[in-house]
């Protein structure tokens, strides 16, 4: 089982719809959870930083943790086609490390 | 600020020769991280640096690749002698601590004939 399990895709949407990408990990100590977005040829930006578990909200994205299932979420509201782009997780503080494991990343397609 | 600058953008080259990827890190930073980009294997931390000192190689493949920071400013990346297989997108990325939204650059299209 890899330590972190990201769906890769692709997932197909009109424009405004909601989006939901997730992403899944094994590793009980981690504390720091991230959502980049990568556009193609493009490298990975940061989109959202959260610590433990909870809610963070910036503008039409929610990031969400629940450390209790070991599930965590980036909800994209109203989305655009500009939103189209290939998202990883990444989460860190586990076995005293703080250096980042990647997700594989999910394919989201935003469709006029 | 001009962000993480990598250079070749693109690299295509025959196997067997030697190539060198080159990055420069955001100023301040103290955190230098190299990663490749596969398909199948996604994203995958090759080799990362704490002020200019190499802290893991662990995810080096073979001894083919070597990784150098001479400067606060400056890392390479070489692959000698090169194999199709080594064919990725490598990425450079700077943090001022260790993992804690990392900044990455654009990238080299590494390809091997």
């Known amino acids: 089982q890899k330590e972190v399990e990201q769906d890769p895709g692709p997932l197909s949407v009109p424009e405004g719809a909601i989006v939901s990408l997730n992403c899944t990990y094994s590793?009980?100590?981690?504390?720091?959870f991230m959502w980049y977005r990568q556009y193609s040829r493009k490298g990975p930006e940061l989109l959202m930083y959260?610590?433990?578990?909870g809610n963070k909200e910036d503008g039409r994205f929610t990031a969400q943790v629940d450390k209790s299932s070991k599930y965590i979420s980036l909800f994209i509201r109203d989305s655009q086609p500009s939103d189209s782009a290939t998202y990883l997780c990444?989460?860190?503080?586990?076995?005293?490390?703080?250096?980042?494991?990647f997700g594989r990343g999910t394919s989201l397609i935003v469709h006029p | 600020d001009a962000g993480v600058i990598q250079s070749p953008r693109h690299e295509v080259t025959e196997m067997g020769q030697e190539v060198t990827l080159r990055c420069k890190p955001i100023s301040g930073h103290d955190y230098l991280f190299w990663y490749r980009q596969t398909m199948m294997r996604g994203l995958e931390l090759l080799i990362y640096?704490?002020?200019?000192?190499?802290?893991?190689d662990s995810g080096m493949p073979e001894d083919r690749f070597s990784a150098k920071m001479p400067n606060a400013s400056f890392s390479t990346l070489k692959i000698q002698p090169s194999e199709p297989r080594d064919s990725a997108v490598y990425f450079c990325?700077?943090?001022?601590?260790?993992?804690?939204?990392?900044?990455f650059g654009d990238g080299t299209r590494l390809s091997i004939l």
């Open positions: 640096f704490n002020n200019n000192v190499p802290i893991d």
């Open positions: 959260t610590y433990s578990s």
């Open positions: 590793n009980s100590a981690f504390q720091y």
């Open positions: 990444a989460m860190s503080g586990g076995r005293g490390s703080y250096i980042p494991t």
């Open positions: 990325a700077s943090s001022f601590n260790s993992g804690q939204g990392q900044h």
